[in-house]
């Protein structure tokens, strides 16, 4: 598997906690999207971990694709 599968071409709004590590599925093949559930093993692909620096919303990337890590960029739009 070479590139990621598109999960949605929208990017998941989550609350955070300050703090907290969330593991960003790279891949995505999780069903618990848009965080990892371990479908990634044997694709080549690893979980993007996301520390929050203050609690509130975060958009992380639905379709995989975005340049800016675990966070949306809009790159879904070229998609």
Known sequence: MSQ????????????????KTYHWCSCGLSKNQP??????????????????EKDGTV???GCKHS???ALCDGGHAKL
């Not at 990621?4 to 703090?19: C, D, L, M, R, S």
């Not at 093993?41 to 993007?48: I, N």
């Open 67 to 69: 340049a800016n890590g």
């Open 4 to 19: 990621p599968t598109i999960a949605q071409k929208a990017p998941y709004p989550v609350n955070v906690q300050a703090g």
């Open 35 to 52: 965080m990892c559930d371990g479908s990634h093993k044997g694709t080549g692909f690893a979980p993007t971990p996301y520390t929050a």
């Open 59 to 61: 958009y992380f990337c």
